[in-house]
């Protein structure tokens, strides 16, 4: 749809993952095998039909920009294609903005240089695979001011403690509960908006003038509750999974080595696109052992891997074993090594004989560059 922009919001919901995003956004953290979880809001936005995306960052956002490149693997490098749009920087926010409405207010000048009528507004921590295209006409023929895209599916990763939604029978918002121990409605948000770009515009700067930041409190909320702006919800039954903490991480992986899972999130005609990395064929001695595992081009297997994934350019040397774990680009485990339930950095290494051992709900988590 050519009448039609996108905006990601990075740098939000990474206080839980720990060392995971103590150097990068979580929009840039390593999935799947081979992609960042930015590659998946990036994807559903080209296979929709838009072409001029911006992405607001935040701190630590250069290991997300070295990925996005130019946008060329998204065919979003043209003239009006991706905009990184870093963080307006203050001594007193250093980076970091106070909430969504800030983030928009600084932003206003790329809200106000576009050209499109509607905008998708997402964040960058729910991995899904998404055409926006019935949400959009769904929200032209409602006349909404707001359509917020929400998930029944409890198999979904959504967070109990979350965002919920109560609809009518036509779809629209009639109450709105955050962080509720027991909420009214059953319509989990997916922190996905679609409104005029214009409307968006506005409410930024009225929220900056008010002094508010939140914009599902300061916005959503009151506006349901007092009716002044028409708020619609859009029922997305596919996989939309919140990568907020080391657990959500650790199983939205560990759920990929589910055929029907991978299949639901990567159908064949909604690929996800990602940086390319040219790689040698994983290689096998004869020795090495796997089972069940997603393992990635350049990897060097002599051991045993099971119910795990590999991400590019892993050894695993003879003797080694690793299960259920998640072990990320060009890291190392060497001989007699055994690691379970663990989720490795980039480049870190498990020395000779080194275990590394840990329950399934609480996996340990090893940094980048780091060797045990």
Known sequence: ????????????????????????????????????????????MVHTGIKNVGIITQKNYSSLMDHVGSGREWDLHGKQGMVILPPFLTRENMGVYSGLLDALKSNTNFLSRSKQEYVVLTNSHTVYNIDFSDALRAHVEKKADITVLYSRNKASGVDDDDTYFTVDENNKVTGMEIGALAPKGDAASLKIYITKR???????????ANGLHDFERDILQRNINEGTLAVYGYEYDGIAWQIDSIQSYFNFNMALLDSEFRHNLFPTERPIYTKVRDDMPARY???????????????????????????????VARGAVIKNSIVMQDAQI????????????????IRRNGRLIAPAAYPIVIAKNVVI
């Open 1 to 44: 749809m050519k009448d039609v922009m996108g905006l990601i919001v990075t740098g939000e919901n990474d206080i839980n993952l720990g060392e995971l995003t103590s150097q990068r956004a979580v929009a840039a953290l390593p999935i799947a095998g081979r992609y960042r979880v930015i590659d998946f809001q990036l994807s559903s």
């Open 198 to 208: 214009e409307l968006l515009r506005q409410l930024a700067e009225q929220g900056a």
């Open 285 to 315: 001695s004869g020795e090495a052992e796997c089972d069940n595992s997603l393992i990635a081009n350049g990897c060097h297997i002599e051991g045993t891997v099971i119910n795990s994934i590999l991400f590019r350019g892993v050894k």
């Open 334 to 349: 060497q001989e007699g090594a055994e690691i379970d339930h663990c989720i490795l950095d980039k480049q870190s290494v």
